[in-house]
């Protein structure tokens, strides 16, 4: 209806005030609409509306902007086919029909064309505006320029690829799980451990990737981790192809926030590190044993030649360069000179010599030196003074020392004190004198060592076992307090406490004999083995009624000389040993044995097959209260093997062992030898008694 025709009809009833409320609403409706167009027009987004064949109806002036065309040359003229680019127009298509057919799409994100070639990506949401019998009348969709987004997704994309390249450059196996153990990051090391490709491993829980067996190892770990404590720790793990390798893993927490957000997976492989560090530690026991063994024959070697120099009596050696300054000092010359080393290393060896010779010696000291160098070898005679003052005369030999080369070495001096010769009466004297000395310090020496051992003795026998006996009593007299108590963990204290006692009361006993071996006259007879081994093993016999042992003992055992009843000690702590370790074997075997000593003596020897002991502990064998097991294991106290050692040694013996782990040991021990007469006619039960 015509505005005009309306006034009209109203105006004979209208009133000025009415016209003005009209004219002022007209007003208020005009400039309202003129917002919403402007708003319409300048909104930050594009609009625009499609009729059915998806031509443009509407389109504002902000996407007019971005697409560089006027309005006239788009409404009516143009479809939205045209300002798509082709690779994208299948999807607006079947979007678009979507929409049509159902009257609603989903967003969709595709690129627009502008006027001068240029695109943009978009973002469409589009909704249909139907009739009321619902046939689409046309569309109305929102555009969204999203290229910022899309560059700054472009970016990360190539940024997590730059990340993806430098990671999968690293040996080192990466990964990052979250706080749900969802992998949302792998290199490719670490996927191919598990027969995958990086992208594959995106999205897997933690336990499809890690083995079931492997899941109690690691879960705790994973668990301490997203706690936020770092974890560090080596493993060892089989790969896909079943190959064995060690790795140095690292769980680090990934704190954002304030919280954990997730950890940081990282293996290195150490593999070879471990077999190099297994090789080269192989390597050092072979170094080390072969060390051991030659340090073994130098130093039995040294032994030998400081035994050999330092015994000798009218004889003193010692070393100069080729200048005559004394470069090594032993102690036969110290003996013979009087000059202790400190002192007389590095002066010349004139220094020895006597300057009241009285036309006595027989060459120049120089000129000894230059004809030794000159022949190898030169004798000279004359007065050598000693640190005191006094002289003596000595036979010197000086003999050149050369290298393979024929290079000098240095010389070596053979002194001879021969003074004896000129004066038998000065040299009786003056050794009785020495020996006097000797015989004085010595004893003095022995009277102060069995003091200390008395006092020792005294200390331990009075003021270590009153107290012990006293915690015995107590423990005792609590026993019967509690009677029949049900206090299970209280019984169980005491116990303890009165097997504490008791083994320590048997220290003590041990540690006494150990200190009255070392004072006991040793009363030397003739000693025949086999009825004393008889005895010995009889009464072992008896201790073990139910254990199944085999023992060899040779027939031909000679007659040693000794004390028999400490020698019965010695067999019985030797063949107790024995017997217990050889509890676990359902057969043991015990084989007693013996050879001559090529150095006097006889050898003997316990051989078992037992469990045995590892000879890198064998320092501390025969060392008291020492033990190589365990006393949950094979009961004892570690102090039979230690006064056997010492009854040995008072014989003038020495004991060794040899052994392997697992495959039994071997006792070794010498004892004197005289040519004693065939057999002794000892009665059988007197042996038999010395054992128990």
């Known amino acids: 209806m015509d505005n005009s025709i309306c006034a009209d009809r109203m105006a ?29 027009e300048q909104a930050g987004c594009g609009f625009l509306s499609l009729d059915h064949e998806l031509r443009f109806l509407h389109i504002n002036q902000t996407m007019l902007d971005w697409l560089g065309y006027a309005r006239e040359e788009v409404v009516g003229r143009m479809d939205i086919f045209q300002l798509i680019d082709p690779d994208w127009r299948e999807l607006a298509t079947r979007r678009l029909m979507q929409l049509r057919e159902t009257g609603r ?28 019998d619902g046939q689409f009348l046309h569309s109305n969709t929102t555009v969204v320029d999203i290229s910022e987004r899309k560059a700054a997704e472009q970016r990360l994309a190539a940024h997590d690829g730059f990340l993806q390249t430098i990671t999968d450059r690293i040996p080192a196996r990466l990964a990052y799980y979250d706080k749900d153990l969802i992998c949302r990051f792998a290199n490719t090391a670490h996927a191919s451990r598990y027969g995958k490709l990086a992208s594959d491993m995106v999205g897997s829980h933690l336990s499809h990737v890690v083995r079931p067996d492997l899941l109690p190892e690691i879960l705790p770990r994973v668990a301490a981790a997203l706690s936020g404590q770092v974890q560090s720790f080596e493993a060892e793990r089989v790969a896909a192809d079943g190959t064995r390798n060690y790795y140095e893993i690292h769980y680090i927490p990934d704190f954002q926030n304030g919280g954990v957000e997730g950890i940081f997976i990282e293996l290195h492989d150490i593999s070879e590190r471990r077999r190099t560090e297994e090789f080269v530690l192989e390597a050092n026991r072979d170094l080390e044993e072969r060390v051991r063994e030659r340090s073994a024959e130098l130093f039995q070697s040294e032994q030998r030649y400081r035994l050999m120099v330092d015994a000798i009596q009218d004889y003193c050696i010692y070393f100069v360069d ?18 202790r080393r400190s002192e007389i290393v590095g002066q010349p060896y004139q220094t020895l010599l006597s300057h009241d010779t009285g ?20 004798e000279t005679r004359g007065w050598r003074q000693r640190d005191d003052g006094s002289r003596f005369w ?21 002194t001879r004190d021969m003074t004896a010769a000129k004066s038998l009466e000065d040299v009786m004297n003056d050794l009785n004198r020495e020996l006097e000395k000797r015989v004085a310090e010595r004893t003095q020496q022995l009277v102060a060592a069995n003091k200390d051992l008395d006092v020792f003795s005294h200390m331990v026998s009075h003021d270590l076992r009153a107290p012990l006996r006293h915690i015995a009593s107590f423990v005792s007299l609590l026993e019967e307090q509690l009677g029949d108590s049900t206090d299970a963990l209280a019984l169980q204290y005491l116990k303890s406490t009165a097997k504490a006692s008791k083994r320590m009361s048997v220290m003590i006993e041990g540690l006494l004999e150990y200190a009255r071996l070392g004072r006991v006259a040793i009363e030397s007879q003739p000693v025949p083995l086999t009825p004393l081994l008889e005895g010995v093993v009889a009464h072992l016999k008896q201790e073990n009624p139910d254990r199944k042992i085999e023992w060899v003992i040779e027939e031909d ?94 014989h003038g013996g020495r004991i060794w062992a040899e052994t392997t782990a697992g495959n039994g040991c071997t006792f070794y021990f010498t004892l004197p030898f005289e040519g004693l007469e065939p057999e002794l006619d000892f009665p059988r039960s007197a042996l038999a008694e010395l054992t128990i």
């Open 557 to 650: 055992l000679p007659i040693v000389r000794g004390d028999a009843m400490l020698l019965a000690q010695a067999w019985a702590n030797l063949l107790g040993n024995s017997v217990k370790y050889t509890r676990p074997r359902e057969l043991a075997r015990i084989r007693i044995g013996w050879r001559v000593n090529p150095v006097g003596g006889r050898t003997f020897f316990i051989e078992d097959n037992g469990v045995g002991f590892d000879l890198e502990k064998a320092h501390n064998l025969f060392v008291m209260f020492q033990r190589q097991h365990h006393s949950m294991d094979f009961e004892g106290t570690g102090t039979g093997l230690a006064l056997a050692q010492r009854i040995i040694e008072r």
């Open 105 to 132: 799409s989903q967003p969709m994100e595709i690129q627009i064309r502008r006027r001068d070639s240029t695109r943009f990506h978009a973002l469409l949401s589009s909704n249909s505006v139907q009739a009321a």
């Open 394 to 414: 000595a036979h010197t030999v000086l003999t050149a020392l050369r290298n393979e080369a024929g290079e000098l070495q240095g010389l070596s001096s053979i």
């Open 359 to 378: 036309g006595e010696d027989e060459v120049d000291p120089d000129q000894v030196l230059r004809l030794a160098k000159a022949h190898g070898q030169w």
């Open 322 to 339: 080729e200048n005559g300054l004394i470069t090594e000092w032993t102690e036969s010359a110290q003996r013979l000179h009087g000059h």
């Open 12 to 40: 004979p009833s209208s009133s000025p005030d009415m016209e003005q409320l009209l004219a002022e609403r007209t007003r208020e409706l005009q400039a309202q609409l003129d917002s919403a167009r402007s708003l319409y």
